[in-house]
């Protein structure tokens, strides 16, 4: 298998979608770096997936600009999970939702002692969101709220 070349795929696909140019975002400034306080075995763990991945019974993303979010309980049957996205072929998300969203992986790190636990809701969302004011100034905060609500030690970031 060959890598995968994302710059020219994402232009072409803002390009196919009727966006503008893709705008690369530059951060001027280096995230911080914030150690853990305590051993992962303590920590509980949050999860926010972008490969727009949603429980039955829960509205699917729009391909376009989509900065809604949707919560998944950390119990759900993995068989009720979904996938839409307009940027990767769905075909292996939606026979194992767990290539974008690792739950039953999270689910036995816990059972095997190496996580302490997990919250009892993960995020998803829409990645491909070309607005980056939107992200940064709405779903980052939003999201950040609810890993503050849950209490959350750490949390996994799964790009798409």
Known sequence: MRPVDYIPRIRDNYARLGFKAYNWVINPDTAPW??????????????????????????????????????????VDTKELRATHFAYDLSDARTDPNIVFPIDTLRRLVRDGFLGGLSSRFHTFMGGIYSSRRVTEDLAPRLTARFLEDGVDAVLLVPV
Do not use: M, N, W
């Open 34 to 75: 914030a150690p853990l306080r305590k051993p992962l075995s303590q920590c509980r763990l949050g999860l926010a997936a972008s490969g727009g991945v949603y429980a039955t019974g829960q509205v699917a993303f729009h391909y376009k600009d989509d900065t809604s979010l949707r919560e998944i309980p950390t119990d």
